[in-house]
């Protein structure tokens, strides 16, 4: 196969500062093997998150000097408005600062106590949003998501049986909406089909229960099921996505990701009334409904991105850096979540550091060590984020233990891959000698941000 090259030429650099193994020691003690309070200057590759940390291009960059920073009807907002509009094809938008921005919005005025969100898998703000209103979030991820190293094209996919048995057994009423996340982002980033979408969809109409997509990585999504589900391959990319939200009533968004904006967000629908309760909202949280606390160059940012996002040859580029900085670990037998997902790929902690208990936070270990071995800096997805303290204030660990290397967006290059791999087989060889940490300090809710932790002697 020939190489997939990156279709963009680089105008504008940013420096990379080294630093020396012996340095990110002292650097990763004084964080308190957290990795969260590192500053950003001393990590050589920062795979933290694909939120936020894309590169603009040149058309997003001329775009915001033509930010019109009206209050009221700024010009900026129509054009964001109609790129919506055009793509997901849902008449009312409503921008928001961020994704959770959008959340807070809704599940404040859906939620309450005795509610219940049911969803293929609700992210980690989604569900805290939802907890937070009353409500309970449900995840109701088909089989195949739940093995890391069982490769399956659609990973992402809601159980449908189980949707039906959840709506019967906590009754329509109490459900005020169900939740499609595209990719599963706290799955591997695996996809969903639009059989999954359309079914799930169909259900949802039949009991009178609104169906939303989280639409973060839309465009992601909609290339996996063009290179995997049977049907698609002749269509274009704004065809399937156009397709995919026609079965919804509205969706949430955070253009940090699948915008290549560095913020911004939003809410769109068809529902008249839902609306008229989210713009009341927003006024008095994010601001007046044509920007919603983003400027108007944001929303300039936004509305360029949305297209260019959908362009095939950096869809390509895209999904095949994910395979091929897999490929590499596979090869090296490194424990990996299979297949490759759309904006991440994520480590086997439990399967890579066996030695070392789950109440010692193999994750997080691993975390540690790619920054002091490479400067890389990840994240965990395990017991730390999600370990939790039952009654008796005994450890009860995550279902799984992943470390996430999520890949910003048009930002490092195969060398950069490369040297990523490198580290990874590196610290893979030389498994054995980490070890486990211990949290000293922590905080009730979202610990992982803030907790402070050291070595096990
Ligand atoms: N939904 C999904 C699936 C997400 O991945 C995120 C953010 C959000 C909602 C919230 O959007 O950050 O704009 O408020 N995910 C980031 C990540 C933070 O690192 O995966 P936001």
Redesign the pocket.
């Known amino acids: 196969m020939q190489t997939i090259i990156e279709p963009f030429r680089i105008k504008s650099v940013e420096p990379i500062y080294f630093n020396t193994k012996e340095e990110r020691t002292v650097i990763l003690e004084k964080a308190f093997y957290n990795p969260f309070q590192i500053p950003a200057r001393d990590v050589l590759i920062d795979l933290l ?3 936020g940390t894309s590169a603009m291009s040149s058309a997003q960059w001329a775009a915001i000097m033509l930010g019109d920073e009206s209050y009221a009807g700024s010009t900026s907002f129509f054009k964001f408005e109609s790129a919506v509009k055009n793509i997901m094809g849902f008449p009312i938008v409503i921008p928001t600062h ?4 959008a ?1 807070k919005i809704l599940f404040t005025i859906l939620g309450g106590k005795g509610k219940y969100f049911l969803s293929n898998t609700l ?1 980690d ?2 569900r805290a949003n939802i907890e937070f209103s009353g409500a309970e979030g449900i995840d109701l991820l088909c089989a195949a998501g739940k093995l890391p190293s069982v490769p399956a094209p659609f990973k992402g996919n809601m159980d449908i049986d189980a949707l039906k048995n959840k709506i019967q057994e906590l009754g329509a009423n109490n459900i005020p909406m169900v939740i499609m ?1 595209i990719t599963n ?1 706290s799955g591997g980033g695996q996809p969903v089909s639009v059989e999954n979408i359309k079914a799930a969809s169909a259900v949802c109409k039949e009991n009178k229960i609104p169906f939303f997509i ?1 639409a ?1 990585r839309f465009s992601e999504n909609a290339y996996f099921i063009k290179k995997r589900e049977a049907g698609y391959a002749d269509k274009t990319i704004a065809e399937i996505v156009a397709e995919v939200f026609s079965y919804a009533d509205g969706c ?1 968004m ?1 253009a ?2 699948d915008s290549f904006a560095n913020i911004g ?1 939003f809410l769109a629908m068809h529902d008249k009334e839902l609306a008229t309760q989210c713009r009341n909202l927003l006024i008095i949280t994010e601001g007046f409904t044509t920007y919603g606390g983003l400027a108007g160059r944001d929303l300039e940012a936004i509305a360029v991105g949305l297209y260019e996002v959908m362009e095939e040859s950096y869809l390509q580029y895209r999904i095949r850096s994910m395979e091929y900085l897999t490929e590499k670990l596979i090869a090296a037998g490194v424990p990996v979540m299979q297949p490759a997902g759309g904006h991440a790929v994520y480590l086997d902690a439990k399967a890579f550091l066996p030695h070392i208990p789950l109440h010692q936070f193999p994750g997080q270990a691993l975390v540690c060590a790619l920054y002091e071995e490479g400067g890389i800096r990840s994240v965990e997805i395990g017991s730390l984020m999600f370990g939790k303290y039952d009654a008796d204030n005994q450890f009860v660990p995550a279902q799984m233990e992943l470390v996430r290397l ?1 890949v910003p967006r048009r930002v490092y290059t195969q060398s950069h891959i490369d040297y990523v791999s490198e580290v990874i087989i590196n610290v893979f060889n030389n498994r054995n000698e980490i070890k486990g940490l211990e949290i000293t300090e922590e905080t009730p809710l979202l610990r992982h941000f803030t907790a402070k932790l050291k070595p096990v002697k």
């Open positions: 998150t694909d939120s961020q994704g959770r921005a959340e992210f703000t989604t996340t982002n989280d973060c949430t955070s940090k990701k967000g999520a």
